[in-house]
């Protein structure tokens, strides 16, 4: 167990120190820095001085290494289009981005596991067959065309809910919140369902699938003898078994919800980190794309962790395995 | 081929008993969907035959054909079946080239990721040892980031980065190469399973004591038993690439408006949905939906039929 | 913890205050955010638009685009280089101080070395305090519209640049650092910036103590940027915002026919056109019809130019891509602009035939490929137009490649190069005078001399820089519209470019408001009304 987790440990530093090469050398061969900073109009005094504060002097091994200090003292340097510290965007726009994915994971599991564990105890019935060909719609359907069919029908022709942004924030030290004020909760709805949708097709069908493995276990075959209701076997007992590999697997749906996020952000214009990169693109602000691949490294390398610390914890045979690997070498 | 042909109603029975018919027959919706992904992919291979024109061609464009409606409403041309966009370009045709730019997309980067991650896996799981750990931990590292993820980077980037001018004309390869890269290693994984458990196998002994060489085991004894997955997976991934390319230039990081694809019109169509011509986002959004419906049914039945392991 | 329950204390309270939209609020939005409060830091105009909210220039604009007294109450000249400005007494700053001769001075001499400014005050020389209420600007040369072009001189307080470590105009290069100025603002205007928060709101105030007329009724004011042009309609009438700018012209219709919704629109200070180059003796980006590049400039010989100007249909353009939001011109100049002459101002006639002509007899009858940069923003539907171009073109046997860039690159081209031998652009002097328009957009390119700033295309006509020069120099106003007329029909005769049309902006909102739609975008929230 302690093996597999110092490996997987290992793993992580080995991919966030790739990444930062890549984000290095993104930020320092593309472009001319001097130039994106100080227009065309400069003194030669100017450059220099410029080229000093920013070490382009120094051998470009050292540069990385000065810049990976940087990294881990927090100093992202300056975004040229904002023209404000990268450190301050990314803090301004990840409590967006990360409630968003929250409500959309919450929604896939909420409604996607009960789904699934209907689905697996009623494989015959036909609503049950109607469902199951309808997610395949459901993981079909791209994504910003179900926003903008989302938008036109619940903004523009009902006038329900909102149609971009996050409404009024609540801000406490370093997070900005909406789920506190009822316009924050209004404008989460759409962006929140529109995120949900495709995972609650894929966290059904898994949910089934794990609960349809379960059913036939000896244990449950017990229960029912025992003389159990359906329902109290179905969601007391065969659940419990299946909700682990569930847990594990929305760890990496946070994952996906994430990388959609970039999309449903754009088309609701909400002010998350994807919206950012985006602009970040269209403006080629290199240092903010490179600060941002780093901060999507870090992000996506600490979800693996703590699904991978979780998948240690849930399944005995691996912490089985890795003790007795631990024994014999 | 007897002489005597059956009934109609022997056939029907026949068909039910043959196990690629028969599953067809049981689920009329997969036979739908095949049978609109035929027409479609038709659609997008005879496209230059089948447009009314050629909406590359500026010279056929008159802007005082803009903005008309399908030919089935009120204000609607007879030329122009589905309507016609800002510039006058008959709809029905940018839908037929903009499929096939979808699909072209789509077949080409599952290829890369099928040729990368086959000879990935080959290698890695025959080998073993040093380069086995070598490629996993790369395909690890890239497993680290969604593939969705992966190919906005690595195409909203390299299109960020290009100077303007090679920008349109590199558009494609880039989506297809930055696709392709998000997804070999879902291949590298599957065949190198797989060869570790055709490895065990006799044959592959047998074959060794003959003294055939490493190449020609590998590719005429261990590929064809991996075949069917890598057909299954990548039909589905096909979907994928699809979706993905549509999303990159809903982004406006994918194909340029001089080559739209689905995702292009979508983009340029969506400014319009408010205004009244709905024709110009709903067709190409509709077009898209079917496509990518259809081959995610058919690709689940693949799945069924040729290889059951991967539910 | 405590803190934690403080917060779910004031946010409870927060969350209470902002149920009911306070009367008199305001809720507007644009398309893109405001680059920095700074107001000498950027020339984006979106960003010009909400600075003038909160910062009052030294020279006044109205409604209508005419100067009159801001800041400073009067002005004269003063000698051959030298303007005399009266600033106005009993100014107040938004932090209660008042306003000096010498914020004035202070402010003209950090705007003036704003990198993004030199094009316009850079001939400026020094700005002195003469006394308390009197300070003197002293140009290089003599210039005749300088009170014109001091309608973007916008005066901040000198003691609150100083305080706060912003004395100069702030620069990217400092590392983790963000200017004070930048999302603070101390001016004298009519609005107090209350909080800007980044890509997301700007609100704003009703200054009680502001030292003009306020006319309309708004006590409160958010701007909230939304990029994506669907969304912001969209979000105008689901009653998210009260009032939107830059409307696609697509929606201007649908708009109309909702029920409380009206659009309204104004000339746009600026007009469109396409610029050919007139320098190069191998013009860039151009290829014959099999592909190999030309080894001449097509575009130095005034029969292609012609043929263009003829082959363009600048009206159908207006009918078909601007849907009628934008008039024809003729000339480089719009209606408008000073100096502006209506009867000059027609267009040359499409006509294809005479086109075709024209391009064989400059010994192209098949025509030849050109490659037309197309900025994606900034500008209405520009991508439709450059489209629109390439098939009226390809009926002349020309082949227009065009290449679609966004805003800042397609800049960056022009600024570093300028690298470009056909472009689309909007074209206008900041200030709008035509004088403006010759002495930057049409004048040789001369970078020592302050001339041709803008002129892209290298356009280059001896004699027209002989009337700007003449022009420049001139005071008496019979003789002054006399150049400009001058300038103007040489600038058509010699197709200086093929001019389009003026765009229209187009505001949108419900019909409760009320004010006054304006060429520079903006929304002077001191002259709105909701009722």
């Known amino acids: 167990m302690f093996a597999f987790l110092l490996n997987r440990l290992a793993h992580a530093v080995l991919v966030l120190l790739v990444v930062s090469v890549l984000a290095f050398t993104l930020g320092n061969t593309v472009g001319d820095p001097v130039a994106s900073i100080l227009g065309l109009d400069a003194t030669p005094a100017d450059r220099a001085a410029l080229r000093t504060r920013l070490r382009l002097d120094e051998p470009v091994v050292v540069r990385y290494f000065l810049y990976l200090g940087d990294l881990l003292s927090g100093r992202l340097g300056n975004s040229y289009g904002a023209q404000r510290p990268i450190i301050d965007l990314l803090a301004e726009r990840i409590p967006a981005t990360v409630e968003l994915a929250l409500a959309a994971l919450v929604l896939s599991v909420v409604i996607g596991v009960p789904l699934g564990v209907f689905a697996a105890a009623h494989p015959e019935k036909r609503i049950v067959r109607f469902l199951m060909t309808s997610s395949v719609i459901g993981v079909s359907v791209p994504t910003f065309i179900l926003g903008i069919i989302l938008i036109f029908t619940f903004s523009l022709t009902l006038g329900w809910l909102p149609s971009f942004g996050r409404g009024e924030v609540v801000k406490f030290e370093y997070w900005s919140t909406g789920f506190l004020t009822a316009s924050g909760l209004k404008s989460l709805i759409m962006p929140a369902i529109c995120l949900a949708i495709g995972q609650i097709a894929l966290v059904a069908r898994l949910a089934r699938a794990e609960m349809m493995g379960v059913l036939r276990t000896d244990y449950i075959r017990f229960a029912r003898a025992r003389g159990l209701s359906d329902r109290a076997v179905n969601f007391s007992h065969a659940l419990r078994n299946t909700l682990i590999p569930i847990i594990t697997v929305s760890g990496i749906q946070l994952g996906y919800l994430v990388a959609f996020a970039v999309v449903v952000e754009q088309v609701f214009q909400w002010p998350g980190m994807g919206t950012l990169f985006l602009q970040a693109l269209s403006q080629t602000d290199i240092p903010l794309i490179s600060a941002f691949l780093m901060a999507a490294a870090l992000f996506f390398v600490s979800i693996n962790l703590v699904v991978d610390l979780l998948y240690a914890i849930a399944d005995p045979r691996l912490r089985i395995r890795t003790q007795m690997q631990g024994a014999g070498g | ?311 | 913890m405590k803190k934690f329950l403080q917060g779910v204390a004031i946010c409870g309270a927060l969350a209470l205050a902002s149920l009911p939209v306070a009367a008199n609020t305001l809720r507007f939005g644009g398309t893109t955010p405001p680059l920095t409060m700074d107001p000498h830091s950027t020339n984006d105009f979106v960003t010009a638009a909400l600075v003038r909210q909160v910062y009052d220039s030294l020279v006044g604009l109205t409604n209508d685009m005419d100067i009159e007294p801001g800041i400073a109450t009067a002005w004269a000249p003063a000698g051959e280089n030298t303007w005399r400005f009266t600033i106005r007494e009993g100014v107040k700053f938004h932090d209660g101080s008042t306003l000096t001769a010498e914020d004035v001075a202070f402010s003209i001499m950090r705007q003036k070395e704003s990198a993004l400014y030199r094009a316009m005050y850079g001939q400026i020389r020094e700005a002195k305090v003469v006394d308390a209420k009197t300070v003197d600007v002293i140009s290089a040369g003599p210039d005749p519209i300088l009170p014109r072009k001091m309608v973007r001189l916008f005066v901040m307080s000198a003691a609150w640049a100083k305080a706060n470590n912003v004395e100069k105009v702030p620069d990217l290069g400092a590392q983790g650092t963000e200017a004070y100025s930048l999302r603070h603002a101390n001016g004298t205007g009519p609005m107090r910036l209350v909080l800007q928060e980044p890509a997301q709101r700007t609100t704003f105030e009703r200054n009680k103590a502001f030292w003009g007329p306020f006319n309309g009724n708004v006590e409160r004011a958010i701007y909230t940027p939304i990029t994506s042009a669907p969304t912001r309609v969209s979000a105008l009438l689901s009653n998210e915002l009260d009032l939107i700018t830059d409307v696609p012209l697509q929606d201007v219709e649908r708009i109309n026919g909702t029920q409380g919704y009206m659009v309204s629109s104004a000339p746009q200070q600026l007009f469109m056109q396409l610029e050919m180059d007139g320098t190069r003796d191998v013009a860039l980006d151009t290829w014959d019809k099999n592909g190999q590049p030309l080894q001449a400039n097509p575009f130095k010989d005034l029969r292609v130019r012609r043929a263009f100007a003829h082959a363009v249909d600048a009206k159908l353009i207006v009918d078909r891509v601007m849907r009628g939001q934008a008039f024809v011109v003729g000339t480089a100049a719009a209606a408008g602009f000073g100096g502006y002459q209506k009867d000059l101002d027609v267009r040359w006639p499409t006509d294809v035939e005479l086109a075709k002509k024209l391009l064989a007899e400059a010994g192209y009858p098949n025509g030849f490929i050109v490659q037309l940069n197309c900025p994606l923003q900034r500008y209405v539907n520009t991508e439709e137009i450059c489209r629109a171009t390439a098939s009226m073109l390809a009926r002349i046997g020309v082949e227009v490649r065009i290449k679609g860039m966004p805003w800042p690159e397609f800049a960056r081209m022009l600024v570093n190069g300028p690298s470009s031998s056909f472009h689309l652009i909007g074209a206008a002097g900041n200030s709008g005078d035509v004088q403006d328009t010759f002495t930057s957009v049409m004048a040789t390119r001369n970078r020592d001399k302050g001339l041709g700033g803008t002129n892209w295309a290298l356009w280059s006509n001896a004699e027209f820089d002989a009337v700007t020069a003449e022009l420049v120099g001139t005071f008496d106003p019979a003789k002054r519209t006399e150049l400009y007329r001058r300038g103007l029909t040489i600038g058509k005769e010699q197709v200086h470019a093929v001019y389009l049309h003026q765009p229209m902006l187009t505001w949108a909102m419900r019909r409760s408001i009320t004010v006054p739609a304006r060429a520079d975008s903006a929304v002077m929230l001191k002259d709105v009304t909701i009722k």
């Open chain 2, 1 to 311: 081929m007897t002489p005597d042909m059956p009934s109609d109603g022997n056939l029907l029975a026949r068909m039910r008993r043959h196990p690629v018919a028969g599953s067809l027959l049981a689920t009329p919706v997969t036979l739908v969907a095949l049978l609109a992904l035929l027409l479609v992919v038709a659609c997008a291979i005879f496209a230059p035959w089948i447009a009314r024109t050629d909406p590359y061609d500026l010279a056929t464009l008159d802007l005082l054909d803009s903005h008309l409606p399908p030919a089935f409403m009120a204000k609607g041309d007879p030329r122009f079946l589905l309507g016609t966009d800002s510039q006058g370009a008959d709809l029905a045709s940018l839908l037929l080239y903009g499929l096939r730019v979808s699909l072209l997309v789509g077949v080409l980067a599952v290829s890369i990721s099928v040729t990368l991650g086959t000879i990935a896996g080959l290698i890695s799981g025959y080998l073993g040892g040093l380069v086995d750990s070598i490629v996993m931990r790369i395909a690890d590292i890239q497993f680290t980031f969604p593939a969705m993820m992966l190919a906005l980077l690595i195409g909203g980037v390299s299109q960020s980065l290009l100077p303007n001018d090679k920008r349109a004309a590199l558009a494609m390869p880039i989506v297809v190469i930055a696709l392709g890269i998000s997804h070999w290693p879902h291949f590298a994984r599957l065949v190198r399973g797989a060869v570790l458990v055709e490895r065990q196998k006799d044959y592959v002994a047998a074959a060794q004591l003959a003294g055939r060489g490493h190449l020609v085991l590998m590719f005429r004894h261990i590929l064809p038993n991996v075949l069917n997955p890598i057909f299954v997976l990548a039909t589905l991934d096909i979907a994928f690439a699809i979706m993905a390319e549509a999303t990159l230039s809903f982004l406006s990081f994918g194909m340029p408006p001089t080559q739209p694809s689905l995702g292009t019109l979508i983009r340029i169509g969506y400014g319009y949905l408010y205004s009244g011509e709905w024709w110009v986002v709903v067709f190409p959004a509709l077009t898209l939906v079917v496509l990518l419906v259809s081959i995610n049914i058919v690709g689940d039945w693949l799945r069924d039929l040729l290889d059951p392991k991967l539910r």
